[in-house]
């Protein structure tokens, strides 16, 4: 009977991961196409781009928090997020077709990332 429970709460952990990594994706989407409107110089082409660049972003991000234990946030983290943040936005378009930014708009858009991430309801790190 243990084995089974313990089954049974594997496969619930599994699902409740898979949602919590479909629900970043989806707020690092509709973050990042906000930061693209209202930020000059941060372009993206189309939806497969936006999507594309969700993805990088969330990977590099995990990757970052993996081996650094740093979050690239813009708020929360001082300066040292902003930077990461400011960083992960202008590397993301060496690996994302249709997504282009200079330096300055990844400068800009980390902070305009920052105040959209922070306004939109859910995990709050």
Not at 80 to 108: N, R
């Amino acid at each position: 009977m243990s084995d089974n429970h313990a089954n049974t709460q594997s496969r619930t952990n599994t699902k409740s991961t898979a949602w919590q990594i479909i629900g970043r994706l989806v707020t690092a989407g509709i973050v990042l196409a906000i930061t693209a409107f209202f930020t000059p110089g941060f372009q993206i082409n189309n939806i497969w781009a936006l999507a594309a660049a969700a993805i990088v972003l969330t990977i590099i991000d995990y990757l970052i928090v993996k081996f650094t234990g740093l979050h690239a946030s813009s708020f929360g983290k001082g300066f040292v997020g902003f930077v990461l943040s400011a960083v992960v936005l202008y590397v993301t378009q060496y690996f994302v077709a249709g997504y282009t930014i200079s330096w300055m708009a990844a400068i800009i858009g980390a902070l305009v990332y920052g105040v959209v991430d922070y306004f939109l309801p859910g995990e709050q790190q």
